[in-house]
């Protein structure tokens, strides 16, 4: 009823709102307009609401209305269900002439037409009351019309007529009951709900329910507490659970409505389960420990004496065990535990017979269960990786151990013996699966030893009994034969000697071929071949190599392709193969090579429309002018000849047969004849343009480019999208304004699911300036999701996402406005909350829940790549066992806005007192509730700064050599970025270990790492005019470093921020890395720091081959 009083109310502001409105727009609006009245409550028959006190109608002076009637409620509303007793109210902005009210109303049944007769009677001049003279027929719908003719007191007639529909309600009937009747299975706690379908009792408050009817009787009898969770749902609760194993029949009293209709007789029955084992844990089938309690749940609360009597627990062959009980959940689990350890390496069976019984003792189990579990054998070891005598995998570290049952591994860690010592082993337990590792790095071709001592225990003492050994030989490198040139395609000069080098380590002995491929354009357009390829004719040449290196050494073995000379121009195929590398490296080594042995580059830029060449001559450098060109399609087909002018460029008209550029290939001159090159369009590495960050394609563009927008991302279905599109010409990034021309605008919703689809064309034309607008009106039942807008040509290339969908339009929003966005840690910052109306004016008095939480905060500086902050974790924590959840909480609160929607949250000074040191990140989030509950939140974000300046650190190498200096940049800087000169810095190098340690954490043991970071070296700089400095040491041992640099500004607040750099020590005496900065493959002594470049980038169209050279670190 309240609801529907502030229904009443709302209705009625508004229509009076709407009255002072004049039909004519360009008058005036009265000077008295009329104030609309709450209408009094008229007490109608069958109602159980009590009258609502409102306020005296105002008296309006009838010679000021001058605006046609209109009706302003109504009551029943229009749609609603009511009692078929129930006299009809109606309402109207102004006083009216009873006698053509009266005549212009009518009451029908809908269906039939009947018109209904009845009495009025008019309780105040705007407001008449209809009833019927005969019951209105139950679960019927009528129609109320008041015709246009019905008039005002001061003699105006309604603009149109009135006409809305009402329900009557029907018989009170049982819509629903929980359990269904019939049902067999129902749980012994189930609650007893029966749904009615019509309100039977008022809404009344929880203290009021002892004087609402308790309708509900059971056979056989059920004591219980029953409410009335709405009007017309009602719910029972048994004080005790329902017996196992009974048919329950459940009566419905006698029952009248609140609109006075009585329920017909009414009853249902269900049936109970009988009790059931419903799990055991540990689950059957498992090992147990000897001490280890078995917990038994059951359906449902048993009898606990009966149900321990028929409890036995016996191992095979064995007399039962003798049993402790204990019982949780309202008797429904059931612990058991052996009075005595039971057998190790022994089968038992838990049974339940059937005479464990129910709580209430009308039901028993029915049947026995019986659940098989073994102990835990006596400790061994399951299995060990490496296996014994075994050369396990090139990537292989460690060794695992695996053991038949849980260990105490206090007995076990730290205690196995390997020979040759590893060092500092990291150890690893996973109690699941009795398993513990240790992880290192093997030494190369050597035979370790691993011994378990045989007192390694399990937690009941029972040893392995003997020290268990076993041995494996580590691997060598792994066996590699490559050649060093640019994988599949390479280029050879004719200005220099051909000869390539051979990278090869454990290779054994190896063969190298030499083919004449002539011209093989599909090799050429599709190099990725070259790995399944098998050449046709005989090799030219043949080499049968034997390295002189020593196993596990790098060696580098130089092929003369022609006797020191160089071949004859043309195309040929380089086969390597080595017997200790398996035939199928040769998809990651670079063991098939196509060369191109040329005097003429050739770049080749391949367009929609043509293809442009540029011809340069390899020795020199220089254009080449005049040199004839035969252009070939991807395929292979010959597409057009050209000659290069004088600065070596020559184009070809050309179109690719596809929407998308396919890559084509461009030969000057023939093989063996001077003047001999190849290009391919697709030869393009570190020329194409995602080289420079630049964004590109195989596919054409399209003619138009259209940039599509609506007013919005999200809308519900019934609203009104807005769009706009801006159409240009492409013209290969121009952008001109094209001519007006029609388009068809598409927006589309694909429901891959089976669901509704939709598919809409909108007609749309571009104006002068090469614009289109429009609008579309969603309907009411479009489908909820993913929807794009788009232009239906394939020459225009436009589109834009919008969503549908079903959400609640919020009415307020919320922003929080932070005193200052920055501070000082120790600074007290309000964070102002304001809470207002879109449609204007504040939103007060509303509830506020509000949390603050914060995490570490690093500063960054676009183009400055330094750390700002601890990003190496000088302050490392560690995470726990399912790691780090986000952010931390600090606090949370409540409060309301005040009457101008407003409220002050507070960050006191003290706010991080408790908080880890360094800059910090505070994130304060506000929920706001209106009187509905519909929650709006928002945020803000506050930095904490732990001092007025900013020190950066970045290592000037990641990677560094044992006994070379290692040095990293400094830079001091302000909050905004800019530099700070003159800064003292303290940076403290750090040498950081990793160690294990075992944790238990709430029953679940897990290796957490904790750090170990020894002191090394300390240097104290002061920064330059630019803010920058660098600082240096130079490191003894390989392994993991940091760089922790520090500043204090002028109140001595520190900003300390962490870099990690890495040392690599000289125990392998050459290595193989890739140099990003020459792009190269480069082979480095680690004792001298002296690196040999292994291979040159491709700096043109082509790949090329580079000479070795030596260069010092």
Same mark, same amino acid.
């Given at each position: 009823?309240?609801?529907?009083?502030?229904?009443?109310?709302?209705?009625?502001?508004?229509?009076?709102?709407?009255?002072?409105?004049?039909?004519?727009?360009?008058?005036?609006?009265?000077?008295?307009?009329?104030?609309?009245?709450?209408?009094?409550?008229?007490?109608?028959?069958?109602?159980?609401?009590?009258?609502?006190?409102?306020?005296?109608?105002?008296?309006?002076?009838?010679?000021?209305?001058?605006?046609?009637?209109?009706?302003?409620?109504?009551?029943?509303?229009?749609?609603?269900?009511?009692?078929?007793?129930?006299?009809?109210?109606?309402?109207?902005?102004?006083?009216?002439?009873?006698?053509?009210?009266?005549?212009?109303?009518?009451?029908?049944?809908?269906?039939?037409?009947?018109?209904?007769?009845?009495?009025?009677?008019?309780?105040?001049?705007?407001?008449?009351?209809?009833?019927?003279?005969?019951?209105?027929?139950?679960?019927?719908?009528?129609?109320?019309?008041?015709?246009?003719?019905?008039?005002?007191?001061?003699?105006?007639?309604?603009?149109?007529?009135?006409?809305?529909?009402?329900?009557?309600?029907?018989?009170?009937?049982?819509?629903?009951?929980?359990?269904?009747?019939?049902?067999?299975?129902?749980?012994?706690?189930?609650?007893?709900?029966?749904?009615?379908?019509?309100?039977?009792?008022?809404?009344?408050?929880?203290?009021?329910?002892?004087?609402?009817?308790?309708?509900?009787?059971?056979?056989?009898?059920?004591?219980?507490?029953?409410?009335?969770?709405?009007?017309?749902?009602?719910?029972?609760?048994?004080?005790?659970?329902?017996?196992?194993?009974?048919?329950?029949?459940?009566?419905?009293?006698?029952?009248?409505?609140?609109?006075?209709?009585?329920?017909?007789?009414?009853?249902?029955?269900?049936?109970?389960?009988?009790?059931?084992?419903?799990?055991?844990?540990?689950?059957?089938?498992?090992?147990?420990?000897?001490?280890?309690?078995?917990?038994?749940?059951?359906?449902?609360?048993?009898?606990?004496?009966?149900?321990?009597?028929?409890?036995?627990?016996?191992?095979?062959?064995?007399?039962?065990?003798?049993?402790?009980?204990?019982?949780?959940?309202?008797?429904?689990?059931?612990?058991?535990?052996?009075?005595?350890?039971?057998?190790?390496?022994?089968?038992?069976?838990?049974?339940?017979?059937?005479? !464990?019984?129910?709580?209430?003792?009308?039901? $028993?189990? +029915?049947?026995?269960? *019986? =659940?098989? @579990? &073994?102990?835990? /054998?006596?400790?061994?070891?399951?299995?060990?990786?490496?296996?014994?005598?075994?050369?396990?995998?090139?990537?292989?570290?460690?060794?695992?151990?695996?053991?038949?049952?849980?260990?105490?591994?206090?007995?076990?860690?730290?205690?196995?013996?390997?020979?040759?010592?590893?060092?500092?082993?990291?150890?690893?337990?996973?109690?699941?699966?009795?398993?513990?590792?240790?992880?290192?790095?093997?030494?190369?071709?050597?035979?370790?030893?691993?011994?378990?001592?045989?007192?390694?225990?399990?937690?009941?003492?029972?040893?392995?009994? !003997?020290?268990?050994?076993?041995?494996?030989? $580590?691997? +060598?490198?792994?066996? *590699? =034969?490559? @050649? &060093?040139?640019? /994988?599949?395609?390479?280029?050879?000069?004719?200005?220099?000697?051909?000869?390539?080098?051979?990278?090869?380590?454990?290779?054994?002995?190896?063969?190298?071929?030499?083919?004449?491929?002539?011209?093989?354009?599909?090799?050429?357009?599709?190099?990725?071949?070259?790995?399944?390829?098998?050449?046709?004719?005989?090799?030219?040449?043949?080499?049968?190599?034997?390295?002189?290196?020593?196993?596990?050494?790098?060696?580098?073995?130089?092929?003369?392709?022609?006797?020191?000379?160089?071949?004859?121009?043309?195309?040929?195929?380089?086969?390597?193969?080595?017997?200790?590398?398996?035939?199928?490296?040769?998809?990651?080594?670079?063991?098939?090579?196509?060369?191109?042995?040329?005097?003429?580059?050739?770049?080749?830029?391949?367009?929609?429309?043509?293809?442009?060449?540029?011809?340069?001559?390899?020795?020199?450098?220089?254009?080449?002018?005049?040199?004839?060109?035969?252009?070939?399609?991807?395929?292979?087909?010959?597409?057009?000849?050209?000659?290069?002018?004088?600065?070596?460029?020559?184009?070809?008209?050309?179109?690719?047969?596809?929407?998308?550029?396919?890559?084509?290939?461009?030969?000057?001159?023939?093989?063996?004849?001077?003047?001999?090159?190849?290009?391919?369009?697709?030869?393009?590495?570190?020329?194409?343009?995602?080289?420079?960050?630049?964004?590109?394609?195989?596919?054409?563009?399209?003619?138009?480019?259209?940039?599509?927008?609506?007013?919005?991302?999200?809308?519900?279905?019934?609203?009104?999208?807005?769009?706009?599109?801006?159409?240009?010409?492409?013209?290969?990034?121009?952008?001109?304004?094209?001519?007006?021309?029609?388009?068809?605008?598409?927006?589309?919703?694909?429901?891959?699911?089976?669901?509704?689809?939709?598919?809409?064309?909108?007609?749309?034309?571009?104006?002068?300036?090469?614009?289109?607008?429009?609008?579309?009106?969603?309907?009411?039942?479009?489908?909820?999701?993913?929807?794009?807008?788009?232009?239906?040509?394939?020459?225009?290339?436009?589109?834009?996402?919008?969503?549908?969908?079903?959400?609640?339009?919020?009415?307020?929003?919320?922003?929080?406005?932070?005193?200052?966005?920055?501070?000082?840690?120790?600074?007290?910052?309000?964070?102002?909350?304001?809470?207002?109306?879109?449609?204007?004016?504040?939103?007060?008095?509303?509830?506020?829940?509000?949390?603050?939480?914060?995490?570490?905060?690093?500063?960054?500086?676009?183009?400055?790549?330094?750390?700002?902050?601890?990003?190496?974790?000088?302050?490392?924590?560690?995470?726990?066992?399912?790691?780090?959840?986000?952010?931390?909480?600090?606090?949370?609160?409540?409060?309301?806005?005040?009457?101008?929607?407003?409220?002050?949250?507070?960050?006191?000074?003290?706010?991080?007192?408790?908080?880890?040191?360094?800059?910090?990140?505070?994130?304060?989030?506000?929920?706001?509730?209106?009187?509905?509950?519909?929650?709006?939140?928002?945020?803000?974000?506050?930095?904490?700064?732990?001092?007025?300046?900013?020190?950066?650190?970045?290592?000037?190498?990641?990677?560094?050599?044992?006994?070379?200096?290692?040095?990293?940049?400094?830079?001091?800087?302000?909050?905004?970025?800019?530099?700070?000169?003159?800064?003292?810095?303290?940076?403290?190098?750090?040498?950081?270990?990793?160690?294990?340690?075992?944790?238990?954490?709430?029953?679940?043991?897990?290796?957490?790492?904790?750090?170990?970071?020894?002191?090394?070296?300390?240097?104290?700089?002061?920064?330059?005019?630019?803010?920058?400095?660098?600082?240096?040491?130079?490191?003894?041992?390989?392994?993991?470093?940091?760089?922790?640099?520090?500043?204090?500004?002028?109140?001595?607040?520190?900003?300390?921020?962490?870099?990690?750099?890495?040392?690599?020590?000289?125990?392998?005496?050459?290595?193989?890395?890739?140099?990003?900065?020459?792009?190269?493959?480069?082979?480095?002594?680690?004792?001298?720091?002296?690196?040999?470049?292994?291979?040159?980038?491709?700096?043109?169209?082509?790949?090329?081959?580079?000479?070795?050279?030596?260069?010092?670190?």
């Amino acid at each position: 009823m309240h609801m529907k009083r502030l229904l009443i109310l709302t209705v009625i502001v508004l229509a009076g709102l709407a009255a002072c409105r004049r039909q004519e727009e360009a008058e005036p609006l009265p000077t008295v307009a009329p104030t609309a009245v709450i209408p009094e409550t008229v007490e109608q028959g069958g109602s159980t609401d009590s009258p609502t006190a409102v306020p005296p109608p105002q008296v309006i002076n009838t010679a000021a209305i001058d605006w046609a009637p209109r009706v302003v409620y109504s009551d029943p509303l229009p749609g609603e269900e009511t009692p078929p007793d129930t006299p009809i109210m109606v309402w109207f902005d102004q006083a009216m002439d009873q006698a053509s009210v009266e005549a212009a109303f009518v009451l029908a049944q809908a269906e039939s037409g009947r018109e209904i007769k009845g009495d009025f009677s008019w309780p105040r001049p705007d407001a008449f009351q209809f009833t019927p003279k005969s019951r209105l027929q139950a679960k019927q719908r009528y129609t109320i019309q008041i015709d246009a003719q019905a008039t005002s007191a001061n003699g105006r007639k309604m603009i149109e007529p009135f006409q809305f529909d009402i329900q009557t309600t029907g018989p009170l009937e049982v819509n629903q009951t929980i359990p269904d009747d019939g049902v067999s299975g129902v749980q012994t706690d189930a609650a007893i709900t029966v749904l009615f379908n019509q309100p039977v009792v008022p809404l009344v408050g929880g203290g009021q329910q002892a004087d609402l009817p308790q309708p509900l009787s059971f056979d056989p009898p059920v004591a219980g507490t029953g409410e009335w969770t709405s009007t017309s749902i009602y719910r029972f609760a048994p004080d005790e659970p329902l017996a196992g194993a009974t048919t329950y029949q459940v009566t419905v009293g006698d029952l009248t409505g609140v609109t006075g209709v009585s329920l017909a007789p009414y009853s249902w029955q269900f049936t109970t389960l009988s009790p059931e084992v419903v799990i055991t844990q540990p689950e059957e089938g498992s090992f147990i420990a000897p001490t280890e309690t078995i917990s038994v749940t059951f359906n449902m609360p048993m009898d606990q004496a009966a149900t321990e009597a028929a409890i036995s627990l016996r191992g095979v062959d064995a007399p039962a065990v003798s049993l402790d009980f204990a019982w949780s959940d309202d008797g429904r689990i059931i612990a058991i535990t052996p009075q005595q350890s039971l057998q190790m390496a022994t089968e038992y069976q838990l049974r339940v017979d059937p005479s !464990a019984a129910s709580a209430s003792g009308a039901a $028993s189990l +029915g049947q026995e269960y *019986i =659940a098989i @579990f &073994n102990t835990w /054998p006596f400790p061994a070891i399951a299995s060990v990786h490496p296996e014994p005598d075994s050369v396990p995998d090139q990537w292989t570290r460690g060794v695992v151990i695996e053991f038949v049952s849980p260990m105490d591994w206090d007995t076990v860690e730290d205690r196995i013996i390997i020979d040759p010592d590893p060092g500092a082993a990291r150890y690893y337990v996973n109690s699941y699966t009795n398993q513990i590792s240790l992880d290192f790095p093997y030494e190369l071709d050597t035979e370790y030893t691993v011994t378990v001592p045989g007192d390694a225990a399990d937690p009941y003492g029972n040893t392995l009994g !003997a020290d268990f050994t076993w041995r494996f030989r $580590s691997p +060598g490198r792994p066996p *590699i =034969a490559s @050649f &060093n040139l640019a /994988p599949q395609i390479s280029q050879l000069s004719t200005s220099v000697a051909n000869v390539v080098d051979i990278i090869h380590v454990n290779s054994g002995d190896m063969e190298a071929q030499l083919y004449d491929m002539g011209l093989p354009l599909n090799l050429i357009n599709r190099p990725y071949d070259l790995q399944d390829y098998q050449p046709a004719a005989e090799p030219l040449q043949s080499w049968q190599i034997r390295p002189d290196t020593g196993r596990n050494e790098l060696g580098i073995y130089s092929l003369p392709l022609a006797d020191g000379g160089t071949l004859p121009t043309g195309v040929y195929l380089l086969t390597l193969n080595a017997a200790n590398v398996a035939e199928n490296a040769r998809y990651w080594q670079n063991q098939r090579n196509l060369l191109v042995v040329a005097d003429t580059n050739i770049t080749v830029k391949e367009m929609f429309g043509s293809v442009h060449v540029w011809v340069t001559d390899i020795a020199s450098g220089q254009p080449v002018e005049g040199r004839e060109l035969t252009l070939f399609n991807a395929r292979g087909g010959e597409a057009g000849t050209a000659v290069s002018d004088a600065s070596g460029f020559a184009t070809f008209p050309y179109q690719p047969p596809n929407d998308y550029l396919e890559g084509v290939t461009v030969i000057a001159g023939a093989p063996g004849q001077a003047g001999f090159g190849v290009g391919n369009s697709r030869w393009n590495q570190n020329i194409g343009g995602w080289t420079f960050d630049l964004r590109s394609t195989t596919s054409d563009e399209a003619d138009l480019f259209a940039y599509i927008y609506t007013d919005r991302p999200i809308y519900r279905p019934g609203d009104t999208i807005y769009y706009k599109g801006i159409v240009r010409e492409t013209d290969y990034g121009r952008y001109t304004i094209p001519a007006p021309r029609p388009l068809e605008l598409k927006l589309v919703y694909n429901n891959f699911s089976g669901g509704q689809s939709v598919d809409v064309t909108i007609p749309v034309e571009t104006d002068a300036d090469g614009t289109f607008s429009g609008e579309y009106v969603l309907p009411e039942d479009a489908p909820t999701g993913g929807y794009d807008l788009y232009i239906q040509d394939e020459d225009v290339n436009g589109r834009v996402s919008l969503t549908v969908a079903e959400y609640r339009r919020p009415e307020f929003q919320v922003t929080l406005t932070p005193e200052k966005e920055e501070a000082l840690r120790g600074e007290a910052v309000d964070v102002l909350l304001e809470a207002t109306y879109f449609f204007g004016g504040s939103a007060a008095n509303l509830p506020v829940d509000w949390t603050i939480s914060e995490e570490p905060y690093s500063f960054f500086v676009p183009g400055l790549y330094y750390s700002f902050g601890d990003n190496a974790q000088f302050d490392y924590q560690p995470a726990g066992p399912f790691g780090g959840f986000g952010s931390n909480f600090l606090l949370s609160g409540s409060g309301v806005t005040d009457g101008n929607g407003r409220l002050t949250i507070p960050l006191t000074a003290d706010l991080l007192a408790d908080v880890a040191e360094g800059s910090r990140r505070v994130t304060v989030e506000a929920t706001v509730q209106d009187v509905s509950g519909f929650p709006i939140t928002n945020r803000a974000e506050i930095i904490f700064h732990a001092a007025e300046l900013i020190v950066g650190v970045r290592p000037q190498d990641y990677i560094n050599v044992v006994g070379t200096e290692t040095a990293v940049d400094l830079i001091t800087i302000d909050w905004t970025g800019n530099p700070l000169p003159n800064q003292t810095v303290e940076v403290t190098f750090y040498r950081r270990e990793w160690l294990p340690v075992r944790t238990n954490d709430g029953g679940s043991y897990y290796t957490a790492w904790e750090t170990e970071d020894t002191e090394v070296a300390q240097a104290r700089v002061k920064t330059d005019g630019s803010g920058e400095a660098q600082a240096s040491f130079t490191p003894e041992e390989g392994g993991s470093y940091l760089a922790v640099a520090a500043a204090q500004d002028g109140n001595g607040r520190i900003h300390l921020s962490s870099a990690e750099l890495y040392v690599t020590d000289s125990a392998n005496n050459r290595a193989l890395v890739v140099d990003s900065t020459l792009d190269a493959l480069v082979a480095i002594d680690l004792n001298s720091g002296a690196r040999t470049v292994l291979s040159d980038d491709n700096t043109g169209s082509g790949p090329n081959l580079g000479t070795p050279q030596s260069i010092a670190l």
